[in-house]
């Protein structure tokens, strides 16, 4: 069965700083993979996705994530942090050809920017 | 921009009640999703639907069902409610089942539902 594993359920990080939001996946087959985030009373948005091709992967708000096939990961980072970054995080994994397409999310990790 | 409307931001019922969640998209999207989102479990599938009249179980279909009699709304129902599905409910939609593999989920902003 194919699994997301955010290890981290709070991340802080000073405001100007690099920051990284970590994500590990398990799937029979490939992966898709994507990170969403949701700000307070909002819905969830999407930032990015990794299909195929570079393994590094640019998307909204100046994030980017690195595809890692060897230690199945996909972690998301940031080269300067800003207050308005903090929010909850999802990484999310669909396991094409393994049998089961659905998308499965991670439990999220709270990012703390801290000014 | 797309827009996933949930018919209502907070809403309290108790035990043993029909509740009925709706969902409206503005983006004629083939593909609509139900989750529930709960603290330290991320978000869970409920239901899912690519086609009017059509739907498919999630994860955890148990005690819902769900409604799709137009293309653009997406109904969730909790037949009898209880406690354990206390929760914040996210409607989600996306362009097309053949390319549903690879695009992004357009999400509302959520249903806090509390069953007292």
């Known amino acids: 069965a194919q699994s997301v594993a955010q290890p981290e359920d709070q991340v802080n990080v000073a405001e100007g700083n690099p920051l990284t939001v970590k994500c590990t996946y398990s799937?029979?087959?490939?992966?898709?993979l994507f990170w969403y985030v949701q700000y307070p009373n909002r819905g969830l948005q999407f930032l990015l996705k990794y299909i195929t091709g570079d393994n590094l992967v640019k998307g909204s708000y100046g994030f980017e994530a690195e595809f890692n096939k060897s230690q199945t990961s996909f972690h998301l980072k940031k080269p300067s942090a800003l207050v308005s970054d903090s929010a909850l995080y999802f990484c999310a994994v669909r396991d094409i050809g393994g049998g089961n397409e659905k998308l499965t999310f991670g439990t999220g990790t709270r990012l703390t920017i801290i000014p | 921009d797309v827009k996933v409307t949930q018919s209502s931001r907070y809403l309290v019922k108790r035990t043993g009640e029909k509740v009925f969640l709706e969902c409206v998209q503005d983006m004629d999207h083939e593909n609509m999703f139900w989750y529930r989102q709960d603290p330290g479990l991320g978000l869970r599938l409920i239901y899912f639907s690519y086609d009017v009249k059509m739907k498919e179980k999630g994860d955890i279909p148990e005690g819902y069902s769900v409604s799709r009699e137009k293309k653009e709304r997406f109904s969730l129902i909790l037949e009898s409610a209880s406690t354990n599905q206390t929760s914040m409910y996210l409607c989600a939609s996306s362009p097309h089942r053949a390319a549903s593999l690879i695009e992004k989920l357009f999400f509302g902003s959520g249903t806090q539902l509390s069953v007292l």
């Open positions: 799937v029979s087959g490939n992966p898709y």
